[in-house]
């Protein structure tokens, strides 16, 4: 009897396999047609300044608005992207989108995008992304081009020349996700970074948790000794808001400032809208 449920289970488990597999296949023709179909936008999440009291930027967080499944998170689609190689054109019209979107908002903000690793696999991303500056015409200086650790793993010489120029040219370099992941302290002297995202986990857990406060605390003192402003990201409560700005962080972000949304477009798409 056990070896029949036994042989059931593996019966079961092969064909949610099978079906997890179909599914995932599916996901990736249809993320090939995604842009010319044009379901791929972006949200905008405010980042708000400390010492401004203002908002003085927005991260694009690219979203898959699927014709038989709906809104698509970037957590899913994303490995599937990188994974079938329509990342580099993904991340090539995540830049440009938010780069245009940017030059038309009434404030000069700060536009964050998130790379991808792999997109410094391209041998033309310096070029690509100076090439959409100059199309677009929006000031480097208000672009920030967020990157992982993984970013910095393989092919280092390259990726740091890629960096070294993008900084040269005024974009801001921001070591995203902070205290995840490798968080090697001499990645954050070995490339020029301008800013560090403390990953979302340790602002969860500020409330309950004194390690984690002490670990924001620190990377908050680093980022003061190395010139590097530090971003709190996923602050949901004021308590949060409180405990961050204490431990002097320069700008926060999460859904108690505002969740992604049009952002700043909005005003747009209403002008328009009036303006007939
Ligand atoms: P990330 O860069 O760390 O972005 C922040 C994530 O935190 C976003 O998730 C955002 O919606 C979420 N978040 C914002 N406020 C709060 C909060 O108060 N609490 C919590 N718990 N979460 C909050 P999202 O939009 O699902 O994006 C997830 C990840 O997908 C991003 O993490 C980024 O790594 C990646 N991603 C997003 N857009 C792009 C893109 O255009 N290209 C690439 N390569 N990756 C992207
Ligand atoms: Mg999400
Ligand atoms: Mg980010
Ligand atoms: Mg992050």
């Known amino acids: 009897r056990a070896k029949r449920e036994g042989r059931g289970n593996a019966c079961f488990f092969d064909a949610e396999m099978d079906k997890a597999a179909r599914m995932r296949r599916q996901l990736e023709n249809d993320l090939r047609q995604a842009i010319l179909r044009r379901q791929l936008y972006l949200d905008y999440q405010p980042i708000y300044d400390v010492g401004s009291d203002s908002v003085s930027g927005y991260e694009a967080l690219l979203r898959w608005r699927h014709p038989d499944r709906g809104v698509i998170e ?29 030059v038309r908002w009434r404030q000069p903000a700060s536009v964050a995008v998130n790379l991808s690793p792999l997109q410094f696999m391209i041998p033309t991303l310096y070029d ?50 902070f205290g995840t992941g490798f968080s090697s302290l001499s990645n954050l002297r070995a490339f020029p970074f301008d800013k560090i995202k403390v ?76 303006a007939g």
Do not use: Y
Not at 138 to 144: G, K, N, S, V
Not at 148 to 156: N, V
């Open 74 to 102: 970037p957590e899913t689609f994303i490995p599937i992207a990188e994974e079938s190689g329509s990342i580099a054109a993904i991340g090539e019209w995540v830049l440009e989108q938010a780069c245009q979107e940017a």
């Open 128 to 177: 690509q992304i100076e090439r959409i500056l100059r199309k677009t015409g929006l000031d480097p200086r208000r672009l920030e081009l967020e990157i992982t650790e993984a970013a910095l793993m393989r092919e280092r010489t390259a990726v740091l020349a890629t960096l070294q120029r993008l900084h040269r040219l005024g974009v801001r370099v921001v070591m995203d996700d």
């Open 199 to 274: 990953d979302r986990s340790f602002t969860g857990a500020l409330e309950h948790d004194p390690a984690a406060r002490s670990i924001v605390r620190a990377i908050i003192g680093l980022g003061h000794s190395l010139n590097m402003p530090v971003v709190t990201e996923g602050v949901e409560t004021e308590l949060q808001r409180r405990i961050v700005i204490e431990e002097g962080c320069a700008q926060l972000q999460g859904i108690f400032f505002g969740k992604p949304d049009l952002g700043p477009s909005q005003l747009f798409a209403d002008m328009d809208r009036a």
